[in-house]
């Protein structure tokens, strides 16, 4: 994916600095609730942990808390940057603890380099987590800071660039091995490294079933075989065997499985046709591996691969373990994470990579179709049946081997709580710029002279989901990319003001206008302004889809949108909507912009839309028709609109997952409904409100935008032929991005 290095500082710069922030679970409104939260009520959980210190869990965050340490001194590939320039990289690792395991995380980075004083900090932390998961500690040390802490403290600690990769690749290897007809005890087994990583994965290896005298393990020095005295340690030691090979190439001679996590470069085509009839090889050098994949491939045709890379087939992607991993210890309390629970955890993914694979996950990667088989052996990231699988399997693990401080009862049970937290909506914008990517359409900026617009179009333009034009004068649109470093390569530019098109646009928009209040010469001076220009354009089915409004009043720009666009066909009214993504879910209002107070068949018009702008989402469309009314219990014209409404959607759409008139508490709440309506239509809560007029809807969505973490995705008008989204004065390029995306995809459709 392409970016360039201000990207990278301006997401993390941008609003609040960093990527992370601690936010309260309990009310602190009142003086009670202060009383409460601190002195002098929060005496009494502390005494009852004094009495009974497994009560920290109960009145405590330290159940669903994990220490992200490091001392940055393997920070990815850029060595020993120091903890502070490592920072960044422990607060990434928290947005991915909490985004697909819900863990939350505290990133600790301590400036030192000695052993013990890191072993000595992490016990003394002890109290505050139920976890640590170590992070880029550089090898040897990094093995025997784990042991130390693993046999001296009493919660799970957990160094996922050792196993993390061990973990995920062994899941790959389970597959890869059945898939070439090959059993574990019989695999001659090469790793080319012997840091964390590569030390970790032969042991897992030879965890796995492979033979310890089959595995062998080359550094920067070659084969650590036995006698050998230069650059070896304890951990090295103990893969050191009796051999004549010395390099690399003499070991992946005949070799069936090749491990990589060492550097790029290191592999040959020859190398790699040395190696045994289906040989399994494992390139995962980070960001280039040890032999690139169309090499490989190219090399030999019965050959299995995997790299550290997205875009081919068979990523190793540690974030398919720890957020996981530690989800279902921290689930029972686990006192460790144990061999065992490794195990089941490289198992489970195994066994749901043979399984079919969602829809969504092919939507997640531009449409790809996944199957088991040698281009599919480990899942991928967005799938998220992995929370449920791994959690679960590490949790029973955990039981059966007696490390659960708190065993599982109702294992049932607990699957289904793991399957409700797992949601797709954190996809809804992935999936969407990649169904776009695969059919780009023609998208007009009409603001082509706005920085912001600029900066979004270069975005659109390099990851390739449309095809830009910008409206405005080319010269200006020039000058103002050039001074803002953009290629304006592969876009087209449009001079709306006395261009080519002029006086073609201005006859097309005085025949339509004609009846309208408008002359010839009020459509050539119109058709000047990039707004009207990029309606005629579509209309003379020269573009695809339109974003506008970066520097005009919404309420102006959709004036002029609404009198010039054409509606769909069977379509009479326009509905303006937004989606918000409220903690990792996503939820549409409606209409939110454009209708004023509906009447019943309006508001019912309102729903039906909704429902296929839900879909266009993958969301499951449960509908609430809102009001301050619930069910008939007042009777004013207001509530009577919205019931009526109700009933036309009853009688012409019975299918539909939609119930009202009801408050906002009761949609929310579907185990209120139950009790108000016995033969609810409703049985989970509603992700789809309509509201009645628009001044409500509008408040709301302003409102539940602007608290807390919070996505907006809108406003998107519904109804016309072709796409035009609007954003506002203050949007963000994020968001003018996004709009982009939506009308593409929505184009292609």
């Known amino acids: 994916m392409a970016f360039r290095d201000q990207d990278a500082l301006d997401y993390h710069s941008q609003g609040r600095p960093g990527k992370t922030e601690v936010v309260p679970t309990k009310p602190c409104l009142t003086a009670r609730d202060l009383s409460l939260a601190y002195s002098p009520g929060v005496a009494i959980p502390c005494l009852e942990i004094e009495k009974n210190p497994a009560d920290a869990y109960k009145y405590t965050n330290k159940g669903n808390l994990v ?18 320039g490592g ?53 040897p040390e990094c093995f025997y800071i784990e042991e130390r802490l693993r046999a001296e403290m009493k919660i799970p600690v957990f160094h996922d660039d050792q196993h993390g990769t061990a973990i995920i690749s062994g899941a790959g290897l389970i597959n890869a091995a059945h898939i070439q007809g090959k059993k574990l005890k019989d695999l001659k087994v ?38 050998r005295t230069e650059g070896m340690n304890k951990y090295k030691e103990y893969f050191a065997h009796e051999t004549k090979n010395r390099t690399l190439a003499d070991a992946m001679k005949g070799a069936d499985v090749f491990y990589g996590c060492s550097v790029k470069g290191l592999v040959s085509q020859d190398m790699v046709r040395s190696m045994a009839d289906k040989p399994i090889v494992f390139a995962m050098a980070n960001p280039d591996p040890e032999i690139s994949y169309p090499d490989a491939m190219a090399a030999r045709k019965d050959l299995i691969m995997a790299t550290g890379r997205s875009d081919y087939p068979n990523q190793v992607n540690n974030v398919l373990g720890f957020p996981f991993i530690f989800r279902g210890a921290l689930d029972v309390r686990a006192s460790a994470i144990t061999e065992g629970m490794k195990l089941a955890a490289s198992h489970a993914l195994a066994e749901l990579a043979r399984e079919p694979v969602p829809s969504y996950v092919s939507a997640a990667y531009g449409g790809q179709t996944f199957e088991f088989g040698t281009d599919y052996i480990i899942p991928k990231p967005f799938d998220s049946r ?10 029973k693990a955990a039981c059966d081997e007696g490390v659960a401080g708190m065993p599982i009862t109702d294992w049932s049970a607990y699957r289904e709580r793991l399957e409700s937290m797992t949601n797709r909506s954190l996809l809804v914008m992935h999936n969407i710029r990649a169904a776009a990517k695969r059919a780009p359409q023609r998208i007009i900026f009409a603001d082509g002279e706005s920085d912001r617009v600029l900066e979004a ?26 001074s803002l470093n953009i290629d304006l390569k592969g876009v087209e530019l449009v001079d709306s003001s006395c261009g080519d098109r002029h006086e073609e646009m201005a006859q097309m928009l005085f025949k339509e206008k004609a009846r309208h209040g408008y002359d ?83 508001l019912a018009n309102i729903a039906v839309q909704a429902c296929e702008v839900a879909r266009h989402f993958d969301i499951d469309p449960n509908v609430a028709m809102l009001s301050f009314s619930n069910f008939g219990d007042n009777d004013l014209p207001e509530a009577r609109v919205v019931r009526d409404a109700v009933a036309i959607l009853h009688r012409d759409h019975p299918t539909m997952k939609v119930e009202g008139e009801m408050r906002a508490d009761a949609a929310v709440l579907p185990g209120q409904l139950a009790k108000l309506v016995p033969d609810c239509r409703l049985t989970e809560a509603a992700n ?62």
């Open 67 to 84: 220490a992200v340490f490091s001392n940055g001194t393997a920070v990815l590939g850029l060595g020993d940057i120091g903890a502070l």
């Open 87 to 139: 920072k960044p990289v422990m607060e990434g690792k928290g947005v991915l603890f909490k985004r697909f395991g819900h863990v939350d995380v505290f990133d600790i980075e301590v400036e030192s380099h000695d052993p013990e004083e890191i072993i000595k900090c992490c016990k003394m932390l002890e109290p505050t987590f139920g976890g640590i998961n170590l992070e880029d500690i550089k090898a």
């Open 190 to 227: 090469v790793v080319s490294g012997a840091g964390a990583s590569a030390i970790a994965c032969a042991k897992f290896a030879e965890l796995l079933g492979v033979p310890l005298a089959n595995i062998t393990l080359v550094d920067s020095k070659g084969v650590c075989y036995k006698g």
């Open 386 to 395: 992995v929370l449920s699988r791994v959690a679960f399997a590490v949790a």
């Open 457 to 482: 179009c270069r975005v659109v333009s390099s990851e390739g989901f449309a095809k830009p034009t910008l409206l405005g004068r080319p010269d200006v649109i020039r000058k103002r990319a050039a």
């Open 520 to 602: 010839l010469d009020k459509a050539r001076r119109m058709v000047q302004l990039p707004i009207h220009h990029g309606c005629m354009l579509l209309r003379a089915g020269e573009a695809d889809g339109m974003v506008c409004g970066a520097q005009r009043s919404y309420v102006e720009t959709l004036k002029i949108v609404l009198s010039l666009a054409e509606m769909k066909q069977g379509v009479s009214r326009v509905v303006g909507m937004h989606v918000l993504l409220i903690e990792g879910r996503a939820y549409v209002f409606a209409d939110t912009t454009v209708n004023f107070k509906p009447d019943a068949p309006q």
């Open 688 to 749: 789809v409100f309509v509201f009645p007029d628009l001044q409500s809807a509008n408040i709301a969505y302003k409102l539940v935008g602007q608290m807390g973490n919070r996505e907006v995705i809108g406003p998107l008008l519904v109804g016309l032929k072709q796409p035009i989204h609007m954003v506002s004065l203050g949007s963000t390029v994020d968001e003018i991005v996004n709009m982009a995306a939506l009308a593409s995809y929505e184009a292609g459709r």
